[in-house]
C-alpha cells in the first residue's frame, strides 16, 4: 500500500528538484573556463554536480575545492558570473508547472527552500514567474544555518503557521532529506533531479521517492 501524508503545504528544493539551473550555473562555469583559455564543458557533464553550486562547478571545471587557497576568490568570481546571468536558460523540469496547478487547485501551499542565497533565489523565481505563487520562499542566508540543518524547514512552517508534520519536502539531495528528517517533516526524494554527490536514493532513508514530478501527487492528500 502507497503511503499517503494528509498535509497543508508542500515545500520544495529550488536546484535540481523545481527547477532545472544547470544550464546557466554551467555558463558562468564556461565563461570562467574561456577567459583561462580552456574548452567549455558539456552541460551534461556539469548537471549532476548543479546541487553543490559554486564548489561542485569549480570543483568540476577548475579542480578547486573548499580549502584550496585559490578558492574563495573563485567562488566570488563565479557567484559574479552567475548572477549576470542567472535566468537565460533555467526552467522548470518536465511535469512541474502541472504539478503546482494541481497543488493550487487542491488549495495547497507551496513555497521553496533553498541553499540558493537570496541575491540568486528571488531573481531566479521571478524569472520562472514562481516568486508571486509560492507561499513562502527561504534561502540559503535567510536563517543563520543551511540544510542539513533543519531550521531552513522550520522557518518555513513558523511562516506558514504549520506545525512540521504538516507539509512534506521535496529534494534532490541527501542533505534535504536529512534536514526534513531533523525537522519532524515527511520526507521524498526527487529521483528525477540532479542528485548530488551522493547518487544513490536509496542510501538517503527517505520516506519515500518519487521519479517524476507529478508522482508527488499520489503522496499527498
Known amino acids: 500500500m502507497t503511503m499517503r501524508w494528509r498535509v497543508q503545504a508542500v515545500l520544495f528544493d529550488l536546484d535540481g528538484t523545481l527547477a532545472d539551473t544547470a544550464p546557466d550555473l554551467g555558463g558562468a562555469l564556461n565563461r570562467m573556463r574561456q577567459r583561462r583559455g580552456l574548452d567549455p564543458l558539456p552541460i551534461e557533464v556539469l548537471r ?10 569549480l570543483q568540476a571545471g577548475l579542480q578547486v575545492k573548499p580549502g ?10 563565479f557567484l559574479d558570473e552567475y548572477e549576470r546571468a542567472l535566468d537565460v ?3 522548470l523540469f518536465d511535469g512541474v508547472s502541472q504539478l503546482l496547478q494541481e497543488l493550487e487547485r487542491r488549495g495547497l501551499r507551496w513555497g521553496v527552500v533553498t541553499n540558493k542565497a537570496e541575491r540568486f533565489t528571488l531573481p531566479v523565481l521571478r524569472g520562472l ?4 505563487r509560492a507561499s513562502v520562499v527561504i ?3 535567510t536563517t543563520p544555518h ?9 522557518e518555513a512552517c513558523r511562516r506558514l503557521a504549520l506545525p512540521p508534520a504538516q507539509a512534506v519536502y521535496v529534494g534532490d539531495d541527501l542533505r534535504d532529506m536529512q534536514a526534513a528528517r531533523a525537522a519532524g517533516m515527511p520526507s521524498i526524494a526527487a529521483g528525477y533531479g540532479y542528485l548530488g554527490e551522493d547518487s544513490d536514493v536509496t542510501q538517503w ?4 521517492v518519487i521519479h517524476e514530478p507529478g508522482a508527488l501527487l499520489e503522496l499527498i492528500e
Open 48 to 57: 549532476p554536480l548543479a546541487s553543490a553550486g559554486a564548489r561542485g562547478m
Open 68 to 77: 584550496d587557497g585559490a578558492f574563495e576568490a573563485l567562488r566570488d568570481e
Open 89 to 91: 536558460d533555467s526552467c
Open 129 to 132: 514567474s514562481l516568486a508571486q
Open 139 to 141: 534561502a540559503g542566508d
Open 146 to 154: 543551511a540544510k542539513p540543518h533543519p531550521e531552513p524547514l522550520l
Open 205 to 208: 532513508e527517505a520516506d519515500a
